[in-house]
């Protein structure tokens, strides 16, 4: 593919919507079908510029594509390709913007027309923020996309999958549904949980009193809780491997102060600093 | 007091070249002297209009004020509130911008001449960057400080300090020392141990691929670790308690992951979604 014909987006809410305002913007595709199961939140899609045509049936929507991007909660996302594989073109491909990899890539692993078609992607680009009116075209801009092929893809679908994303600026990551998996339940999801626990354990009648810090730390927690745990259940078991290594850290810093002693807390609290202060400046897009 | 005629600021980083900046904006006193144990600092502090004069002589520094706030790490707060006591005008007020307050306060209890003139303060609007050079002006508009008078305080000083707060911008909230220090382990010294822990529990590997919510949830991690530790050491007894609270909220959420329990995962999510958000739009100077 040089430059696409017709991307059908399934799902356009955040996601969705960002990344049809920049397959417009950067003129990636000639016609970008939007999809969704109201027509209410269509409608604001379309009147905000994110999608060309609109429609909520998804056999006529995806009938001419030769993109179909799912973007939609995790456990909806193989439902979803298997029902837009039975209505499109022989020669589309499929992709996804979901937190997890490896169940949606097991899921649909025996379609055997769809399985080969399907190369998932994870745009690191999330927000607390949902819906089409939250959507910005440079969503991707200098961001990371992870792509996660299989041995049935085509080098030549993941090359042009991958091309498809850089199109909208972002840099690609290639990695296994597994390793991808591994990486966000340390890097994404425990993050998540550890943030919303914090938002649970303090006292309502001390909220009143947070400053910035406590606000920055909690800010995740603020994210839809239905999608998140759809995640967590989608990851279950590096989720636990994570928040072990979280606990083992956790009981070092708890004995640290248990024990008064301050040189190891000292120690912990700087290597901290130098995990997190190496990340500053870098071009995350943070 | 209607206006200050003199405040010396004890050590001129970026609380009190904050605090320096503001008075002299809102003309809260004639006149600001910083006091530094390095002249480099004092010499950018003077550069940049945080102070009117400087001096790294306490005693020199302290003989005119009428007010004299020490903006310094906690384990130096009440060495420097006493020696500055000893060289200071007799009607001198004495306040302080330190992160906890029982210790200090138990700590000056024995000098009969300063304890009834010292009323601890706690601006609630630190920040991971420090110096001089990180000051700004409205470090205090719309923020909360926190002023903790005891039983010797005379109910005029402590009207004069909440009213040399209020001066700069800030909202006052009064409480007792101990009520104080307890409310902060939740809601400042707790998340920064638990942001620390998540940045030391990521693998290094797997850093280039953070995104904004890892980012977010660690970023207090930068702070200066000696500062942290300090504050944590100086409330050793409440920080135990919240990270107790904490770590039953963690075995909560652990449970429903290890037990596919995602009904309950839900309901923990969404009682930490529903305290996050109800602060998403307070005027919290976030």
Excluded: Y
């Excluded at 073109?89 to 499929?94: E, G, I």
């Excluded at 992870?146 to 893809?153: H, K």
């Excluded at 966000?184 to 914090?198: D, E, G, K, N």
């Excluded at 009981?251 to 002693?261: I, K, L, N, P």
């Amino acid at each position: 593919m040089t430059r696409l014909d017709t991307v059908a987006i399934v799902g356009v809410g955040m996601i969705g919507g960002s990344l049809g305002l920049a397959i417009k913007d950067r003129r990636a595709a000639r016609k970008v079908i939007g999809i969704g199961r109201t027509s209410s939140s269509l409608m604001k899609a379309s009147r905000l510029g994110q999608v060309d045509r609109t429609t909520t049936d998804l056999a006529q929507g995806v009938a001419d594509a030769d993109l179909v991007i799912v973007c939609a909660p995790v456990a909806k996302v193989a439902p979803l390709l298997k029902e837009a594989a039975l209505h499109s073109r022989p020669d589309a491909l499929f992709t996804d913007a979901a937190s997890t990899k490896h169940e949606i890539i097991r899921d649909i692993a025996r379609s055997a027309d769809l399985a080969p078609r399907f190369i998932g992607s994870h745009p690191l680009a999330g927000s607390e923020k949902s819906g089409p009116e939250a959507a910005v075209a440079d969503l991707l801009l200098d961001r990371t996309v992870i792509v996660t092929p299989v041995r049935t893809n085509r080098a030549e679908d993941i090359r042009r999958i991958c091309r498809f994303w850089e199109s909208l600026g972002a840099h690609v990551v290639r990695m296994s549904p597994e390793e991808h998996d591994r990486i966000v339940a340390a890097t994404s999801h425990v993050p998540h949980i550890v943030s919303s626990i914090l938002a649970a354990a303090t006292p309502s009648a001390m909220l009143p009193l947070v400053a910035r810090g406590w606000l920055d730390t909690t800010r995740v927690a603020a994210g839809d809780p239905e999608l998140w745990k759809e995640i967590v259940a989608s990851n279950r078991v590096n989720v636990l491997k994570a928040l072990s290594r979280f606990e083992r850290v956790f009981a070092s810093f708890r004995g640290a102060v248990e024990q008064r002693d301050w040189k190891k807390l000292n120690g912990l609290l700087e290597r901290a600093m130098k995990t997190r202060t190496r990340l500053e400046n870098d071009a995350l897009g943070s």
